[in-house]
């Protein structure tokens, strides 16, 4: 999938105090300059609005809304002053001067407007999926239409679904039946589905690649257990809730509990297939101080708990699909572990949280394939998962 088949088109800029703080403005209004007049038009339009604001909190914060588009100057012979006014919302409240807004405007008519907080993984990622870096100075950055028709690939699908833009799962009715042959008319646990999903990609192994063999595997059992959760979600809402209101919002808390459990775990059960495929002994949530249990301790449990073993043989790595500011639970875990090790498939973590997981001696292990969506200074800091297994093969830890 391309950014185009979401996106007509996008552009970006600075927010200035008087577009995002109240005190200083109450004129709830975006300039038009000539980014947005090609991407609008010259008459006065309204148009359906979702508003996202993203920083290092592990959800967004979002609203529904409406923009107006039009000409304060419509009735002067020869001037024109555009204008973007949006009505006061949650998220453009929490917005701040220097923060960068992107402005996405759908096939439907629609736009999202999409905040990212200036310096956090949010600004990050959005800067790499769309290409842009606005200046300080208020002016749009527009993004290219070459950049528009490049395929999204696993990290722009990652942020595009945190943003709540959900992207296809493609598949067949074959794949679907097999499904439902296989699993009847409910989830299996996370482990069998995991194993499911790997099965069902036979030419990939992890001996060739671990870094492109975890990616494919997770993301193979995203888009399966997607097609397998539409249809089961499609399945009871035909049945109905009548008027019981407690019953749907119980529904429906427990799809997204689902969701948000099995994405961390299918990705535990990946890379343990990874550490058993290339030998590495390892221990899968041992049991340590203050009743922490990390994901993985190296070589194993008994070695973690014997006093006598040397310490700086022993490691451990924490596995989060999403890291935001979660990272800083792998402090607490593994105490005889100075140097911990954190493997996510969070795409463009900002300069500040890297730059504190150093300082708290948190290695990050970034799959290959996504370490791109990083600045060059920060690649020199992570490792790949093919990297960790090798150390972790001959037992050679970085200090």
Partial sequence: MRLSDLFLCVAAKRLRAVEAEPARSNQHEFNGVAALRNMLGDDRRTLAA?????GDDESPLACDGSLTWYDARERHATRTEYRLYFP??????????????????????????????????????????????????????????????????????????????????????????????????????????????????????????????????????ERLFRMFERHLVAQRLREGFGEDVDAFTGYALSVLNRRKARAGKALENHVEQV????????????????????????????????????????????????????WRQVLAEAARVSRKHLLTLEPGISVQQTTEMVDHAVQLVIPRGIQSSFQDAQREELIS???????????????
């Fill in 275 to 326: 550490l058993k495929d290339w030998g590495v002994p390892y221990t899968r949530e041992c049991r340590t101080e203050n009743n922490s249990k990390p994901d993985f301790i190296f070589p194993g449990c008994s070695e973690y708990h014997q006093t006598n073993f040397p310490q700086d043989q022993l490691r451990m790595l924490a596995v989060k699909s999403t890291c935001k500011d979660r």
């Fill in 50 to 54: 979702r508003f996202i604001l993203l």
């Fill in 385 to 399: 998962l093919g990297e960790f297994v090798g150390m972790a093969q001959a037992n050679l830890w970085s200090s």
């Fill in 88 to 221: 006061p919302c949650e998220v453009m409240t929490e917005a701040r001067e220097g923060d960068m807004i992107v402005f996405g405007l759908r096939e439907d008519g629609s736009m999202l407007v999409i905040i990212g907080a200036a310096g956090t993984t949010g600004e990050s990622q959005l800067s790499w999926l769309f290409g842009l870096s606005p200046a300080a100075d208020g002016g749009y950055a527009v993004a290219s239409p070459e950049l528009l028709e490049q395929d999204i690939g696993f990290a722009g699908s990652y942020i595009l679904e945190e943003l709540g833009v959900e992207i296809a799962a493609a598949g067949d009715d074959g794949q679907l039946e097999h499904l439902l042959s296989t699993f009847g008319s409910a989830f299996p646990p996370t482990a069998v589905f995991s194993t499911y999903a790997r099965d069902s990609l036979p030419h990939v192994s992890s001996l060739d690649d671990p870094d492109g063999a975890l990616v494919a595997w997770f993301e193979q059992e």
